[in-house]
Structure formats: structure tokens, C-alpha cells
């Protein structure tokens, strides 16, 4: 029915290195636009094919009929999806990173519900926090990435640590962060230790 990501990777003749004429030898570069290069969808690709891969194993265990091309549909709707509405680009990624059941349905289950976590609550806060950290590392010259991806992760993995906060742990951020949130770049980071 659908092909597992370990067997979607498929590398064209023109990617091995070989002339293409155009036509002539039958090589396309059909990039469908969801994965155009530079898109949310082409810089997740892989994390949308695990979570397709996922979506679709579990269809087939509760679906009597399921489409041949249900991956490749699944993959494309979901980067289109990311691609036009950069507000649900953080749930996906906290999806992913937090849904980690070994049943593809539970995993389904997990990053489909609508739970929202004190960490997602948070988040007005974390985009500042990660804000500052990125410009004091790219004020010390200690940024080893791209400042977006540096934020993005940042902000995910933030969302991620807040969650496992007890009660007087979240309200210690939430003192700390109004205490500290005057300051800019390093001062910032050197008063918020979360």
C-alpha cells in the first residue's frame, strides 16, 4: 500500500551525477510545490514523512480500503498545511517530539489531541526567552547554526522542559521571567536560569 521511509528516499538519475538532456534521458526535477526548496514543508520533509508513515500504518489497521497513494496524499496535505499556517508549525513540532509511543495509533492519538500543556502556554514567554538566547550567542559569536533554526529548536525544546515543571517550579519561571524580561540579549540570560 504505502512505501516506508526507509524505502522513500529515491535518489533520480540526475541527482547520481549523470547528464541529463532534458528530455532525452527522462530526468525530472518535479519538486511538488509543498516541497518546494526553502518551504517549512522541504526543510521538514523527513519529519512529515515519519508522521505520515505513522498516519498511514495505523489507517491500515483500522480502514478496510485505504487509497495506494494515501502516503503521498497525507504528505502533501500536511506540508501544505505547514507551509500556509506557520501557527500550527510548533504543535507538529511538539508532536513529534513529545508523541514517541511505539504504536503507531497511540502516536496518532497522541499528537492529534488537543492537549495543551503549560509549556504551550508559555509560549509568548519561550519565544522571548529563545530570542535572547539566540542574540547572545550570535553576540558572543558562539552561534553553531542558523539563528531561525536556532530559535525554532529553542522554543520546542523550551515548550518541552516546561512541561515537566511542578506547580512551584512554573511559578518560579513565571517570577523570574517578569523579574529578568527588561533585560536584552546576555543580561537576559545570565538572569533567567530556565
Known amino acids: 500500500m504505502h512505501r516506508p521511509v526507509s524505502e522513500m ?7 547520481l551525477g549523470v547528464a541529463c538532456l ?4 527522462g530526468c525530472s526535477e518535479d519538486t511538488p510545490p509543498e516541497f518546494a526548496e526553502g518551504t517549512y514543508g522541504a526543510l521538514h ?5 515519519v508522521d505520515c508513515d505513522k498516519r498511514v500504518q495505523c489507517a491500515e489497521r483500522t480502514q478496510d480500503y485505504l487509497r495506494e497513494d494515501a502516503f503521498e496524499d497525507c504528505a502533501s496535505r500536511e506540508a501544505m498545511t505547514l507551509n500556509g499556517h506557520p501557527e500550527v508549525r510548533l504543535k507538529f513540532q511538539i508532536g513529534l517530539a513529545r508523541c514517541t509511543q511505539p504504536d503507531v495509533c497511540h502516536y496518532v492519538a497522541c ?3 488537543q492537549f495543551v500543556s503549560f509549556g504551550e502556554t508559555q509560549v509568548d514567554k519561550l519565544n522571548y526567552v529563545c530570542a535572547q ?3 547572545c550567542a550570535i553576540d558572543s559569536s558562539a552561534l553553531a547554526s542558523n539563528a531561525q533554526e536556532a530559535f525554532e529548536s529553542c522554543v520546542i525544546s523550551s515548550v518541552l ?7 512551584e ?3 518560579d519561571f513565571q517570577a523570574q521571567y517578569f523579574l529578568c524580561v527588561p533585560m536584552l540579549s546576555c543580561a537576559f540570560t545570565t538572569c533567567f536560569p530556565y
Not at 528516499?9 to 541527482?15: F, L
Not at 532534458?22 to 534521458?25: A, K, Q, R
Open 22 to 25: 532534458g528530455l532525452l534521458l
Open 45 to 49: 520533509r523527513a519529519q512529515i514523512e
Open 133 to 135: 538566547k539566540v542574540q
Open 111 to 113: 499528537v492529534d489531541s
Open 169 to 171: 517550579s512554573q511559578a
Open 161 to 167: 522542559a516546561v512541561d515537566t515543571f511542578a506547580s
Open 9 to 15: 528516499t529515491v535518489v533520480s538519475r540526475c541527482a
